[in-house]
């Protein structure tokens, strides 16, 4: 019982600093202002550790290379962690844990954008006119747009965040199948 619970506490916190370092790296490439209000809040909690990653690893045009490192960091972290969690020598299992922990960063990230996709949609139909409408409209800006162009609008109802809910819902299905194949093989 122990275990389970160390382990959903490890995945929760985890999961949304690893997230909350993805939404640092996005919010740069969607050149969202740092006055904004989700944008100050992404930067005090990660702050901490991009800070110095970025003495080391500045950012190039529309790359946050400090942000993306320290989110790698995470994973990799998190992945060891949870190995050691179920007794295993993470020493002995590296080059696996690394391509783990590459997958992990990548379901963070497919997460984020399911949340972001959806409390986008909710926002929309329960209050159009939140001020967070246009961050959550910038930020899921770039996944939906393609989507409009291919899905008609029926009735007036936009069903392209439905449609990429389930392209990531099918991603997240194939990485995460990836990571427990590649753990069973090792652990």
């Known amino acids: ?12 916190v ?11 790296a996005w919010l740069q490439v969607v050149r969202m202002p740092p006055y904004n209000p989700v944008t100050n809040a992404v930067l005090q909690v990660t702050n901490w550790i991009v800070l110095p990653l970025r003495h080391i690893l ?14 790698l960091l995470a994973a990799i972290v998190y992945v060891v ?9 993470p020493l002995s299992l590296l080059p696996t844990l690394l391509i783990v922990a590459v997958l992990t960063l990548i379901k963070w990230a497919l997460n984020l954008i399911i949340w972001l996709t959806i409390l986008m949609a909710l926002l929309s139909w329960l209050n159009p006119r939140s001020p967070a409408m246009p961050i959550l409209y910038q930020l899921t800006a770039p996944f939906l747009n393609p989507l409009r162009r291919v899905v008609p609008q029926l009735g007036g109802i936009d069903l392209s965040p439905i449609l990429l809910f389930v392209i990531v819902q099918v991603l997240l299905m194939v990485v995460t199948r990836a990571a ?4 069973y093989f090792v652990i």
Do not use: C, E, H, Y
Request: no cysteine.
């Open 1 to 12: 019982m122990f275990g389970d619970i160390a382990r959903f506490l490890l995945n929760t």
């Open 14 to 24: 985890f999961t949304l600093f690893g997230a909350a370092l993805l939404l640092r």
């Open 58 to 71: 500045p950012s190039t045009r529309k790359i946050d290379w400090a942000s993306l490192v320290a989110a």
């Open 81 to 89: 962690l949870m190995v050691v969690l179920t007794g295993a020598d």
């Open 180 to 183: 427990v194949q590649l753990t």
